[in-house]
């Protein structure tokens, strides 16, 4: 639905564009970020052509094509008014914890999947999903974005038990990262005394969820002590552990071949599948490396790494400048789910997928646009509307009543 929903929306946009319904909003963070984001895409498309891969290549470079709407989605996103656009993704986020968690409760209580995936078929990507949404529940309450704090408190915990349900390790220690950043972010608003009581609900909260979920955390926790004593003692590259470590292993192997620009997007995913048959003797069915920056160095090279690190340096460059200068809600709003969104995915990436996957890279898009706009983008009118009229429409959009943009 997400993948749908972001293309769909993208191709609409490109075709008032094309139309001349719509113009292009280029200021100065989304030129930034669209650059940054079209040199990784570049550097993928480089690699294949300097390796003469380009007609194998053709068809892994479609994912590309989420990541390169960006400018097209910026552009029609930001004739929206900003509040509007928060609340949106505030009770949307809401929506989507208390979603995940009838799903994890289905399929682990009901249906005995030990690792629930939501609607996701992976229960990495859908803990990533869930992991985004509590932290923009979270922060919609601690920004003031949303005065009812209390259901979105909610909606935050039910995530979080999802998170946990999902039992995708790396996720969780992202979840904590994420809500140590929000937290500090807003510790002004955190430690008033209106907000005692968020905090003792919180507390409250966090004990039942530890109690209701220790025997999973225990039991995923004891697994990867069996799958580092395997791997330590027996050599055994079969389990989760062994098979990230073992593709970790090949990859390198495989960046120290062609460290400049890659094997390109192809020649990469075969390696992965016959490096680690040729070397442990288990035929795996992988189109990754299990780590996105590594991936991103066998198909590019130093030149994918890098342009995609690029990405999240931006991203937190834009988030930090806007936190230093701004106590507007909105835009601190905007920049801390920027922060998140490069925490949870740059730590989940760690040990499993950063880009390349349809789910992660329209989420990601719908972040980084959505983030980018709250925090420090420019609000256009539509084409070929007058200035009375752009006022009228921003008027309707928000309900007559615009509050400044800064305090």
Same mark, same amino acid.
């Given at each position: 639905?997400?993948?749908?929903?972001?293309?769909?929306?993208?191709?609409?946009?490109?075709?008032?564009?094309?139309?001349?319904?719509?113009?292009?909003?280029?200021?100065?963070?989304?030129?930034?970020?669209?650059?940054?984001?079209?040199?990784?895409?570049?550097?993928?498309?480089?690699?294949?052509?300097?390796?003469?891969?380009?007609?194998?290549?053709?068809?892994?470079?479609?994912?590309?094509?989420?990541?390169?709407?960006?400018?097209?989605?910026?552009?029609?996103?930001?004739?929206?008014?900003?509040?509007?656009?928060?609340?949106?993704?505030?009770?949307?986020?809401?929506?989507?914890?208390?979603?995940?968690?009838?799903?994890?409760?289905?399929?682990?209580?009901?249906?005995?999947?030990?690792?629930?995936?939501?609607?996701?078929?992976?229960?990495?990507?859908?803990?990533?999903?869930?992991?985004?949404?509590?932290?923009?529940?979270?922060?919609?309450?601690?920004?003031?974005?949303?005065? +009812?704090?209390?259901?979105?408190?909610? +909606?935050?915990?039910?995530?979080?038990?999802?998170?946990?349900?999902?039992?995708?390790?790396?996720?969780?220690?992202?979840?904590?990262?994420?809500?140590?950043?929000?937290?500090?972010?807003?510790?002004?608003?955190?430690?008033?005394?209106?907000?005692?009581?968020?905090?003792?609900?919180?507390?409250?909260?966090?004990?039942?969820?530890?109690?209701?979920?220790?025997?999973?955390?225990?039991?995923?926790?004891?697994?990867?002590?069996?799958?580092?004593?395997?791997?330590?003692?027996?050599?055994?590259?079969?389990?989760?552990?062994?098979?990230?470590?073992?593709?970790?292993?090949?990859?390198?192997?495989?960046?120290?071949?062609?460290?400049?620009?890659?094997?390109?997007?192809?020649?990469?995913?075969?390696?992965?599948?016959?490096?680690?048959?040729?070397?442990?003797?288990?035929?795996?069915?992988?189109?990754?490396?299990?780590?996105?920056?590594?991936?991103?160095?066998?198909?590019?090279?130093?030149?994918?790494?890098?342009?995609?690190?690029?990405?999240?340096?931006?991203?937190?460059?834009?988030?930090?400048?806007?936190?230093?200068?701004?106590?507007?809600?909105?835009?601190?709003?905007?920049?801390?789910?920027?922060?998140?969104?490069?925490?949870?995915?740059?730590?989940?990436?760690?040990?499993?997928?950063?880009?390349?996957?349809?789910?992660?890279?329209?989420?990601?898009?719908?972040?980084?646009?959505?983030?980018?706009?709250?925090?420090?983008?420019?609000?256009?009118?539509?084409?070929?509307?007058?200035?009375?009229?752009?006022?009228?429409?921003?008027?309707?959009?928000?309900?007559?009543?615009?509050?400044?943009?800064?305090?």
């Amino acid at each position: 639905m997400v993948s749908f929903v972001f293309h769909g929306g993208a191709l609409w946009s490109l075709a008032l564009l094309a139309a001349g319904r719509r113009r292009l909003n280029i200021d100065r963070p989304m030129l930034a970020m669209t650059t940054a984001i079209y040199a990784y895409c570049a550097a993928q498309i480089l690699a294949s052509i300097v390796n003469g891969t380009l007609r194998a290549d053709a068809t892994h470079f479609l994912p590309l094509m989420t990541l390169l709407l960006f400018p097209i989605s910026y552009s029609t996103w930001s004739i929206m008014d900003k509040e509007s656009l928060a609340r949106t993704a505030v009770r949307a986020s809401a929506a989507a914890c208390v979603g995940a968690l009838v799903l994890a409760i289905v399929q682990y209580h009901w249906i005995g999947m030990l690792r629930p995936e939501g609607g996701a078929g992976n229960p990495i990507v859908f803990a990533t999903v869930t992991c985004l949404a509590v932290m923009m529940c979270l922060t919609g309450a601690l920004s003031g974005v949303e005065k +009812a704090w209390k259901p979105l408190t909610a +909606a935050a915990l039910a995530g979080v038990v999802a998170t946990l349900y999902s039992g995708s390790r790396m996720v969780w220690v992202a979840l904590l990262i994420a809500l140590v950043a929000v937290l500090v972010t807003h510790r002004e608003r955190v430690f008033r005394s209106d907000m005692k009581q968020l905090l003792v609900i919180a507390g409250a909260s966090t004990l039942i969820i530890t109690a209701i979920t220790s025997p999973i955390v225990a039991d995923r926790t004891h697994v990867l002590f069996e799958d580092w004593n395997a791997l330590a003692v027996n050599g055994d590259y079969t389990t989760p552990l062994g098979l990230r470590v073992g593709l970790w292993d090949v990859g390198l192997d495989a960046f120290r071949q062609a460290p400049v620009f890659g094997h390109g997007m192809a020649a990469g995913r075969m390696l992965s599948r016959q490096g680690f048959k040729q070397r442990f003797g288990a035929t795996e069915g992988f189109n990754h490396f299990h780590n996105g920056f590594l991936t991103a160095l066998v198909q590019a090279g130093l030149a994918g790494a890098l342009t995609l690190a690029a990405i999240f340096v931006v991203t937190i460059r834009n988030a930090t400048r806007v936190l230093r200068i701004s106590a507007d809600p909105l835009e601190r709003f905007g920049a801390t789910i920027m922060v998140v969104t490069v925490i949870i995915y740059v730590a989940g990436g760690m040990t499993g997928i950063l880009v390349g996957h349809d789910i992660l890279d329209s989420t990601l898009m719908v972040l980084l646009v959505s983030g980018t706009y709250l925090a420090c983008g420019q609000t256009i009118s539509p084409k070929g509307q007058s200035t009375s009229q752009a006022s009228a429409f921003r008027g309707r959009e928000k309900g007559a009543n615009l509050p400044p943009h800064h305090f």
